[in-house]
Structures are given as structure tokens and as C-alpha cells.
């Protein structure tokens, strides 16, 4: 399902200058994961803070793991989130929130994980890879092939393994809404690389314009 201009996320902000960077580098949104056991982890304290401080018109992304709604709640009113990202085992009937967009990641692997796509009530799917036991944020490359198939249905948020030497493959190959990063632009876990985003966003943009 081709939208128009590729935009791009990178995810796992865990600094105000990693923020500002990704924003004046092109970023159209920034993912802040607010799942305990991964590296890139930040509280809701620290997140509110960094986001209070950022300009208008880029979108704030929450990442969740298996959560409550509760706490999901809880965190979309702390942090004036614009949309939830729900990378666990939720349902489809788990992934309403008022007031917010909402994107369910799934991990692919083989045909039989697009059956039922449709079931999701969300803005838009991300495709991860599929890592037995990780919830994303491994830098192991998904299935294009897959994501191909879906984009041709629903907006797809390409995600798993995306760097800056391969994300113009990946979006003339998938041709999804929108492309996520987070490992891919590191110098270290938890800690984005100005030159790698840099890049990754231009070479995003760039491939995009030519569709």
C-alpha cells in the first residue's frame, strides 16, 4: 500500500540529544521503549522530560511489552504519547486506547504469520524479525518477501535489522509506509550514532522520492 513520501522512526530515544539529532536529521517520529529488560529502556519520568523539550509536529511513540492497560494508560497521559506501539503477545481486542493511534508489531516468519492481519483495529502493522524470545531491537533482518505481501494491504511499518546501507533496498523492495531503526544507528546500546541516523534518513528520503 504505497502512501507517498517513506517516513521514517527511529526508535529507542534515550537522551534529549539523540532527540534533537534525529529531529533535525528528518526523523518524522521518535520511539521511546518503556519495556524494563531491554538496554534501551527509559521511565516515564525520564521520557516526559525529554519530550517536553522537543519541537512541534514530529510524533512521540511508546513502546510497550506485554503491559497493563492500566499502565499504558497511565503512561500515554504522563507523556502525552501520540501513539502506542504493542511489541508483546497482544490480542486484537487489546490494542484500543482513546486518544491515541496504535500500532501492533509483529515478529514474521513464514506465510502463516499474515493470516489474520486484518483483525488488528490499528493505524498501521510493524514487521519485525522474528528472534525466539526478543520483543525487537535485535538488529536481525525480517523477511522483505513477507512484508511485501502485507504492504499491499495495510500500512506496514518496516522494522528488523535496517541500516543505513540497506534501507533503500528494503523500502524498494517492501515498499511500506514507514521504515524504524534503532540498533542500526547505534555507537552503543541505548546510544544513536549522529552520523548513522543521519544517513539512515537521508538514504530513507532519498529512496522514497524515487518511488
Same mark, same amino acid.
Given at each position: 500500500?504505497?502512501?507517498?513520501?517513506?517516513?521514517?522512526?527511529?526508535?529507542?530515544?534515550?537522551?534529549?540529544?539523540?532527540?534533537?539529532?534525529?529531529?533535525?536529521?528528518?526523523?518524522?517520529?521518535?520511539?521511546?521503549?518503556?519495556?524494563?529488560?531491554?538496554?534501551?529502556?527509559?521511565?516515564?519520568?525520564?521520557?516526559?522530560?525529554?519530550?517536553?523539550?522537543?519541537?512541534?509536529?514530529?510524533?512521540?511513540?511508546?513502546?510497550?511489552?506485554?503491559?497493563?492497560?492500566?499502565?499504558?494508560?497511565?503512561?500515554?497521559?504522563?507523556?502525552?504519547?501520540?501513539?502506542?506501539?504493542?511489541?508483546?503477545?497482544?490480542?486484537?481486542?487489546?490494542?484500543?486506547?482513546?486518544?491515541?493511534?496504535?500500532?501492533?508489531?509483529?515478529?514474521?516468519?513464514?506465510?502463516?504469520?499474515?493470516?489474520?492481519?486484518?483483525?488488528?483495529?490499528?493505524?498501521?502493522?510493524?514487521?519485525?524479525?522474528? /528472534?525466539?524470545? &526478543?520483543? @525487537?531491537? %535485535?538488529?536481525?533482518?525480517? +523477511?522483505?518477501?513477507? $512484508? !511485501?505481501?502485507?504492504?499491499?494491504?495495510?500500512? /506496514?511499518?518496516? &522494522?528488523? @535489522?535496517? %541500516?543505513?546501507?540497506?534501507? +533503500?533496498?528494503?523500502? $524498494? !523492495?517492501?515498499?511500506?509506509?514507514?521504515?524504524? /531503526?534503532?540498533?542500526?544507528?547505534?555507537?552503543?546500546?541505548?546510544?544513536?550514532?549522529?552520523?548513522?541516523?543521519?544517513?539512515?534518513?537521508?538514504?530513507?528520503?532519498?529512496?522514497?522520492?524515487?518511488?
Amino acid at each position: 500500500m504505497n502512501r507517498g513520501a517513506v517516513r521514517v522512526k527511529v526508535c529507542g530515544i534515550t537522551t534529549i540529544e539523540d532527540a534533537l539529532h534525529a529531529i533535525a536529521s528528518g526523523a518524522d517520529a521518535l520511539g521511546f521503549v518503556f519495556y524494563q529488560k531491554s538496554p534501551r529502556y527509559v521511565s516515564p519520568e525520564q521520557a516526559a522530560l525529554i519530550i517536553t523539550q522537543l519541537p512541534p509536529f514530529v510524533s512521540v511513540v511508546g513502546l510497550f511489552v506485554n503491559e497493563t492497560s492500566q499502565s499504558i494508560r497511565t503512561i500515554i497521559d504522563r507523556c502525552r504519547l501520540d501513539i502506542v506501539q504493542l511489541h508483546g503477545d497482544e490480542t486484537p481486542s487489546q490494542c484500543q486506547y482513546d486518544g491515541v493511534k496504535v500500532v501492533k508489531a509483529l515478529r514474521i516468519r513464514s506465510q502463516q504469520c499474515l493470516v489474520g492481519l486484518e483483525d488488528y483495529p490499528v493505524s498501521a502493522l510493524l514487521l519485525d524479525a522474528w /528472534v525466539d524470545g &526478543a520483543y @525487537g531491537g %535485535t538488529g536481525e533482518l525480517g +523477511s522483505w518477501g513477507l $512484508a !511485501a505481501q502485507a504492504a499491499q494491504n495495510f500500512p /506496514v511499518i518496516l &522494522a528488523g @535489522g535496517l %541500516t543505513p546501507d540497506n534501507v +533503500s533496498a528494503a523500502i $524498494a !523492495a517492501v515498499k511500506p509506509y514507514a521504515v524504524d /531503526v534503532s540498533s542500526g544507528v547505534e555507537r552503543s546500546l541505548g546510544h544513536k550514532d549522529p552520523r548513522l541516523v543521519q544517513s539512515f534518513i537521508y538514504n530513507a528520503k532519498t529512496m522514497s522520492e524515487k518511488k
